[in-house]
């Protein structure tokens, strides 16, 4: 079991690499670079030069991914070219308001989730079967920005019950702390709840219909034990892959909600480096997802491993 | 403030009238008065309803609000020098002052210098105003002035104003009160330049930034790069009947959506940056209101003198006749504008040209100079970008004229991304936005002169240099004001540069939030609203 463990590990290190070398080439592929992006429209030859020498860009690519690598090695991110800021400063600034707005959503959404999941496939075929199904679709095709807006359409601007913008800054007390995290987490929430209700219902089902379930049922067991005892301890393996994807779009793919409530979490300081070709930003960044995402699904497989008896003593 | 009938009045008179109107004058006492020194009574009447309405209008003391701008980083700054976005301008006008300030028309205004004189605009000497300290309390001096202006030339100093600065060959205190400034060569508007944020005044030797003491009509409580500032009132503001809020936070959301959506739930007071589009979410919304600055921002049309087919005149002729200004104006900048005539000096400026014949929109001439210019039905790209903003509206406007005089423009849309470097007046015809300059010469300097960087057109008249340099060291305002007149006749007649419309910067605010009025330098009051703004009760 170790070695499994292991292995995915080592898996883990080489997609990191491949994936700093694939933002690398992609990232110098867009047009203009750092110098020109910062001088905008005052960019003449003369200062793009100097500014480009001054940054260090007029260095060939592959020097440049080479000296960037070996920083990162020692634990040094580089400095942000648009401010000149240590960028491990600047991602530890934002950092902690993604993982509470992701910590927050996932509080609330993976419990909804499951129960509604469970209860969904222990009454399959029922009218609220069929509603749950129904709405979990309807809201997972809704594009997060139209939930967004129109939650803060209503909550905020007609209503006037929570604010419309997310300021860290505000919170002293609980319900400051609800008022302001209230709508992002319920619009992230409509996106992710939806895709674990079906995976959690899906994998369920596929155990209830398993010989050993109909032995217990015949033997007498009741539903709820059925479920709960029997079915999904078998069923932890894929709910748990479901879940740790959809935590993963939490850290990385909430730009729109960020860009709606002017949250200043990670996604935004990715996408704005990505404007300004910030290289050491972008790179940075996209590291950091890349590893999210990869601690995610791999405790995901763990748990998996874990649950399985067969992995488990092999 | 004070409407026209009031100005009928001498400024004494006006402030006993505002005076009694205040202590609770009735219309009938107020006729007695004003009846006594000859007045005709309808006039006396006018005057009475003018007066009371400047008394509703007298600021209230107190309040707080929040502010938002249009961006936010970790390269927010307080340093003067340093201030590169409008938030930056914003956020420095609360803490600082400058020498100088402008007015409605981007005339300078004294403000820490309270008179100046000057030698064939060469050689200046600013009279500083006595009894301003500082927020710290030390008074200002002409040292702090000599070395908030020095700084600017130091290139560790890293000042976006260095090429600004660097004609100011020699700075020196003549008298605690007293600066003189020697330049390179003659320069009438030195005291234009020095109303420009990046001449704020700080106190000498200051190095640390991260807090502001100036001598601003507010003190800084607390400033944290991509959060917030919070500025607090300045009890010992010098200038007496402004600042009037105790506290305003200013924070910035980069999205226009989520800006106009926090205005409207009440989590701020006063928005920047508004677009066309939501001003009727605002304006319907109970409450609330749009602040318009008409303002000489505009987005132009660049054809390439220098490439086929805009080497053409009758061609660049042809396009300047098919703008329907008035249709862009109405349609597309949903009548926050003003109509264009083709040369960059807006209605609002001081050297405004109202001489010069409006371009019509008129297709017959338009189809005569195309006709003559030989194109054809070959297909012409327009290269439009969201980067300048509403250019692709305007591209798709004229690609429809244009077929109805059997012009065959192709609207090519291009993403902002890298749009200035890659795109801007790098083609045969395309599109420039140009952001409003503080005096005519310096917007002709760099977009008009025949070897500024930014020559968009590729436009070369060295008369027009010639002209250039002559108004920049006029100090006869009659004299230099028919120089602009020459040089906007000019632009309008052989420049490569098509303006058909002038943009207005469109603010959002709460009804209660007043004292709000236009200095076209930019969005906020020129960003100088915060020592002019007061809640009504």
């Not at chain 1, 609330?108 to 469970?118: D, K, Q, R």
């Not at chain 2, 500024?452 to 004001?481: G, I």
């Amino acid at each position: 079991m170790l070695s499994l463990v292991a292995a995915r590990l080592a898996l883990g290190l080489v997609s990191l690499l491949l994936v700093s070398l694939a933002i690398f080439a992609i990232t110098s592929l867009l047009p203009g670079d750092a110098a020109e992006e910062l001088l905008g429209q005052y960019a003449t030859r003369e200062t793009v030069a100097g500014l480009r020498a001054s940054l260090g860009l007029d260095l060939p690519a592959h020097l440049r991914y080479l000296a960037w690598l070996k920083g990162l090695a020692t634990g040094d991110f580089g400095r942000s070219l648009a401010s000149n800021m240590p960028v491990a400063q600047l991602i530890g600034s934002r950092l902690p308001n993604s993982l509470m707005l992701a910590a927050a959503t996932a509080a609330v959404s993976v419990p909804i989730a499951l129960t509604i999941g469970i209860t969904a496939a222990m009454y399959r075929g029922s009218a609220y079967d069929r509603t749950v199904s129904m709405l979990t679709l309807s809201v997972v095709s809704v594009p997060e920005f139209l939930v967004a807006t129109a939650a803060v359409i209503v909550f905020a601007v007609q209503l006037r019950w929570l604010s419309a913008l997310s300021t860290t800054a505000d919170i002293t007390s609980v319900a400051q702390f609800f008022r302001v995290f209230a709508l992002p987490v319920f619009a992230l929430c409509c996106v992710i709840v939806a895709q674990m209700v079906r995976m959690t219902r899906a994998a369920i089902i596929d155990q209830l219909r398993a010989p050993y379930v109909e032995m217990a049922v015949l033997k007498g067991v009741g539903p709820l034990r059925v479920v709960l005892h029997h079915a999904l301890p078998n069923a932890i393996g894929p709910i748990a892959n479901a879940v740790a994807l959809s935590l993963s779009y939490l850290l990385g793919g909430v730009i729109i909600v960020e860009t709606i409530f002017n949250y200043p979490g990670v996604a935004k300081l990715m996408v704005d480096g990505v404007a300004q070709r910030d290289l050491p930003v972008v790179q940075a960044c996209a590291m950091l997802f890349c590893a999210a995402y990869l601690v995610l699904v791999t405790t995901a497989d763990i748990i998996a491993i874990l649950s399985n008896p067969r992995l488990r003593h092999p | 403030m004070a409407s026209n009938e009031l100005e009928l009045l001498g400024q004494a008179d006006q402030a006993r009238v505002l005076d009694a109107v205040r202590r609770g004058a009735t219309r009938r006492d107020l006729l007695g008065m004003l009846g006594a020194g000859g007045m005709a009574a309808a006039t006396a009447g006018g005057i009475f309803g003018a007066a009371k309405e400047a008394v509703a209008q007298t600021p209230r003391r107190g309040g707080r609000i929040r502010v938002s701008g249009t961006s936010t980083s970790t390269a927010d700054t307080l340093d003067p020098a340093k201030q590169s976005l409008s938030t930056d301008y914003a956020r420095c006008n609360m803490f600082y002052d400058g020498l100088t300030t402008f007015d409605g028309s981007l005339t300078p205004r004294p403000a820490l210098a309270e008179s100046w004189q000057q030698e064939g605009a060469k050689v200046w000497t600013f009279k500083l105003r006595r009894g301003v300290t500082f927020h710290d309390g030390k008074p200002l001096t002409a040292e702090d002035v000599v070395f908030s202006l020095n700084r600017h030339k130091d290139p560790a100093t890293a000042s976006r104003a260095r090429s600004l600065a660097m004609p100011m060959t020699e700075i020196v205190a003549t008298a605690p009160d007293e600066v003189r400034i020697t330049l390179d060569s003659p320069n009438a508007d030195l005291p234009v330049v020095l109303a420009t944020f990046h001449f704020h005044i700080i106190k000498a030797g200051t190095t640390d930034f991260s807090t502001a003491i100036g001598t601003g009509a507010f003190t800084c409580r607390e400033f944290q790069p991509g959060v917030r500032s919070i500025a607090q009132r300045n009890p010992n503001y010098w200038q007496a009947g402004k600042g009037h809020l105790d506290e305003v936070e200013f924070i910035g959301i980069p999205d226009e959506q989520a800006r106009v959506n926090a205005l409207l739930s009440g989590d701020v007071q006063l928005i920047a940056g508004v677009d066309p589009r939501s001003v009727r979410r605002i304006t319907q919304a109970q409450g609330h209101g749009v602040f318009e600055t008409k303002s000489g921002y505009y987005t132009n049309l660049v054809m390439r003198l220098d490439m086929s087919p805009a080497s053409n005149t009758d061609f660049v002729l042809a396009m300047k006749f098919m703008f329907d200004r008035e249709q862009m104006r109405t349609a597309i900048l949903r009548n926050y504008g003003v109509v264009g005539n083709d040369q960059p000096i807006d209605p609002t400026n001081r050297f405004f040209f109202p001489g010069l014949p409006q371009r019509p929109f008129d297709l017959d001439r338009a189809r005569f100079h195309f006709q003559r210019s030989g194109v054809g039905s070959t297909s012409l790209p327009v290269v439009c970008s969201p980067a300048a903003p509403n250019s692709v509206d305007m591209a798709q406007v004229m690609q429809q004229t244009g077929a109805r005089i059997g012009m065959n423009l192709e609207v090519r849309r291009v993403p902002s991304d890298g749009y200035w470097s890659n795109h801007w007046f790098k083609h045969p015809i395309g599109f420039g936005a140009i952001n409003p300059r503080p005096s005519a010469d310096i917007l002709l300097t760099l977009f008009f002169k025949s070897d500024a960087a930014w020559n968009e057109s590729a436009w070369r008249n060295p008369q027009f240099d010639q002209l250039l340099s002559a108004a920049r060291a006029e100090t006869d305002e009659a004299k230099r004001r028919q120089m602009y007149a020459d040089m906007q006749v000019m632009i309008h007649n052989e420049s490569g540069i098509g303006i058909p419309v002038f943009q207005s910067m469109l603010d959002g605010h709460v009804s209660r939030l007043r004292g709000l009025s236009p200095i076209p330098v930019g969005n906020l009051m020129g960003f100088d609203f915060a020592k002019h703004v007061w809640l009504e009760g």
